[in-house]
């Protein structure tokens, strides 16, 4: 993580978001359960909102053609994580955690809703650790130069797509449980 932080060529910015988002959420006792809240929306809005508008820039510059384009559209994807995604997630889980136990009797655990958005919240990081951040790396190398996108790149490209759906698809499904609170 390390090691993206230092290459996003954004210099202190995410360092300092991703820190802002941790303080903003300790359990301080002058912060109220409505800030919290506020917080845990706020997050939510970043997280998905990110997550859908990188897919969509993508698409549309891949569809151009261009490579010089698309290679910035690819660094543009990985500055917007570290911008928005990091934080976000982090918002997300923090307020929530703090959140939770008025729903599950003191227990953050202790509805059901609540532990599967939160294993929702988890497989879709693990896809993004484990899958996204690879592919993002590997179109950024591969529409680095040549005359156009290569059949590597549109490869690259198909399995972004596939697993950043699966991404995107857990957290809305984490957010839907978190709107409608259904018993189980």
Known sequence: MLRFLTRSGLGPLPVILIIAAVLLSLPFPFYTRQWHKFLHIVGAVLFIGNIIITAVWMILTVRTQ????????????????????????????????????????????????????????????????????????????????????????????RNWGIWGGIATVLPILSLVLMVFKPAF
């Open 66 to 157: 261009q490579r010089p384009l698309v290679h910035f559209g690819a660094k543009a994807v990985n500055q917007a994580d570290l911008l928005f995604t990091v934080p976000g997630v982090l918002l997300i889980f923090l307020n929530g955690m703090l959140l939770a136990s008025a729903f599950g009797n003191g227990n953050p655990f202790g509805a059901g809703w609540i532990a599967a958005a939160l294993i929702l919240l988890i497989a879709s990081g693990a896809v993004w650790l484990g899958f996204l951040l690879r592919y993002q790396h590997q179109l950024v190398e591969l529409s680095a130069s040549g005359d156009s996108l290569s059949p590597e790149f549109m490869r690259v490209f």
